[in-house]
């Protein structure tokens, strides 16, 4: 088993998905640190949905979720920075808590607290409505000044290809892809094209044989195989 660091996780919900599916991860994750310095921000799929339905505020709703499992920690392990553990949309609204700058009307300061961002599977480039809402602030914000505050790793697999003309795994993937890029006949994890993930200033990872949904019988980022091809970054 590979040295890991030791820092406290805090892991960040994927859109549309909630804390309970994240149990295996914190259980894989508990193989290779204390399971006491892991916690899943406590979001529901009301969060990301809101009621009356208001999908635009889903980051703000998510954002209070992260920042209350950031100082939990931080009042359990003061010495030690905490680690951005974020699955697929959630890792955008976790680099928008980490920007600190005011985000409609939500503005949160976890300065030292927080040292590093992993993301799995985060989308940062994408023409899907409600992503794209969050990605252009991020860019209109990040500058390479962040980068030298917080390591940032954008983890994402090239398992499936998509191809319009292939077979019917490789059409899903097609669609898919294209609901976030122009280009369906990519390499991604399934849901999202690998490309898509490229954030320049990050240390970007692809890692093979994951996949992005979280379902049971799945190899996905959160299973034990999954983790265990990207826990070296963590």
């Known amino acids: 088993m590979s040295v890991t660091s030791q820092n406290p996780v805090v892991i960040v919900p994927g859109v549309l998905f909630?804390?309970?599916?994240y149990e295996v991860m914190r259980d894989a994750l508990s193989r290779y640190l204390p399971a006491e310095k892991i916690e899943i921000?406590?979001?529901?799929?009301?969060?990301?949905?809101?009621f009356p339905p208001s999908p635009e505020?889903?980051?703000?709703?998510?954002?209070?979720?992260?920042?209350?499992?950031v100082r939990s920690l931080r009042i359990k392990f003061p010495e030690e920075q905490v680690t951005i553990v974020?699955?697929?949309?959630?890792?955008?609204?976790?680099?928008i808590y980490l920007l600190e700058k005011?985000?409609?009307?939500?503005?949160?300061?976890?300065?030292d607290s927080v040292?590093?961002?992993?993301?799995?599977?985060?989308?940062?480039?994408?023409?899907e409505h409600?992503?794209?809402?969050?990605?252009?602030?991020?860019?209109?914000?990040?500058?390479?000044?962040?980068?030298?505050?917080?390591?940032?790793?954008?983890i994402v697999s090239d398992q499936y290809r998509g191809d319009l003309q292939g077979s019917l795994i490789e059409k899903m993937c097609y669609m898919f892809y294209r609901s976030v890029t122009e280009d369906g006949h990519a390499a991604g994890d399934g849901i999202v094209p690998a490309d898509s993930?490229?954030?320049?200033g990050a240390r970007n990872v692809t890692i093979p044989h994951v996949e992005h949904l979280p379902t049971p019988h799945t190899r996905w980022y959160g299973t034990k195989e999954g983790v265990d091809q990207w826990i070296q970054w963590l």
């Open 18 to 21: 909630w804390d309970g599916l």
């Open 41 to 50: 921000a406590p979001v529901s799929l009301l969060d990301w949905v809101g």
């Open 57 to 69: 505020r889903s980051t703000n709703r998510v954002m209070t979720a992260i920042d209350r499992s």
């Open 86 to 95: 974020a699955h697929s949309g959630g890792g955008t609204v976790a680099m």
């Open 102 to 111: 005011r985000f409609q009307g939500d503005e949160y300061h976890p300065g």
């Open 115 to 127: 040292g590093k961002l992993v993301t799995l599977g985060t989308p940062f480039h994408t023409h």
């Open 130 to 154: 409600y992503a794209k809402i969050k990605t252009d602030f991020i860019f209109r914000h990040l500058d390479s000044d962040f980068f030298l505050r917080k390591e940032v790793v954008s």
């Open 197 to 200: 993930c490229y954030l320049e």
